[in-house]
C-alpha cells in the first residue's frame, strides 16, 4: 500500500492535521470555527494544501485514501472533543454575577451560593454518568446550562446559542469520547467551584465585613 518513499498514513495524517491547526491559528479568528470546516469528510478536498512533499501522497489507491482519513480522523475527532470540554468548562465561570456591576456584594453572594447549588447538582449526575459508563445526551446537558442560566439574574446575549453550538459537536462523538469529554468538564467543574468558594465568596464576604 504504501511503497518506497511513501510515507505511512498515521505520519501523513499527523503533518496534515499540525498544518491544519498553524493555519486556523495564524489565519482565523474562530479557530474552533476553522478546524471543524477541515473535518475529515472534506480531506481530499484540502490535503494538497498541507502537503508539502507531494510524493508522499502522489498515485495512492482508495484503500490509501482511506487509511489516512482514518487517522486523521482520530486526530480531528480528539482536538475536537478536548475544545469542547474545555468550552463547556469555561463557560459555567460565573461572569455573569461577578462582573454584573448592578449588584452589590450581598446579592452577588446570594446568587453565588445558588448557582453554587446547582453546580454541585451537576457535578453529581456527571459523577453517576461516568460511574455508570453511560454518557449524558445532549439533551440533559443543556437542561442543566439552563437550569444554571436560570440562576444568574442577567446571563450573556449568546449564552444559549454558545451553549448549543458546542453541544452539537458534543454529539458526534462516539460515548467513549462523550465520556472522557464529561471526565474533563467534571474536573474543571471542580476547579470552578473551588474558585467560587475560595476567590469569589471569600473576597466579596470580605468586602461585606469592611463596609458593615
Known sequence: MFGENKMEPDKIAKIVFNR????CRNNHDAMFECVVSHSPDLLLVFINSFVKNKKAI????????????????KFWKNWVREEVAD?????????????????????KVGYLKAYEEVLNKFADRIKS?????VPLCEETLYKWYMRLANVVPI??????????YFLHFYDM???TDKLE??????????????EIEE?????????INNNS
Open 129 to 133: 454518568a461516568l460511574k455508570e459508563g
Open 173 to 175: 462523538l462516539d460515548d
Open 20 to 23: 491544519v491547526l498553524d493555519y
Open 87 to 107: 468550552y463547556l468548562s469555561e463557560i459555567l465561570v460565573p461572569v455573569d454575577i461577578i462582573q454584573n456591576d448592578k449588584l452589590d456584594s450581598a446579592s
Open 181 to 194: 469529554a464529561l471526565n474533563i468538564l467534571l474536573d474543571q467543574l471542580d476547579s470552578v467551584l473551588y
Open 58 to 73: 502522489e498515485n495512492l489507491d482508495q484503500q490509501s485514501w482511506d487509511a489516512i482519513a482514518k487517522e486523521y480522523g
Open 199 to 207: 476567590e469569589y465568596m471569600r473576597n466579596l464576604r470580605a468586602l
Open 155 to 164: 446571563r450573556r446575549p449568546d449564552y444559549n446559542e454558545k451553549v448549543s
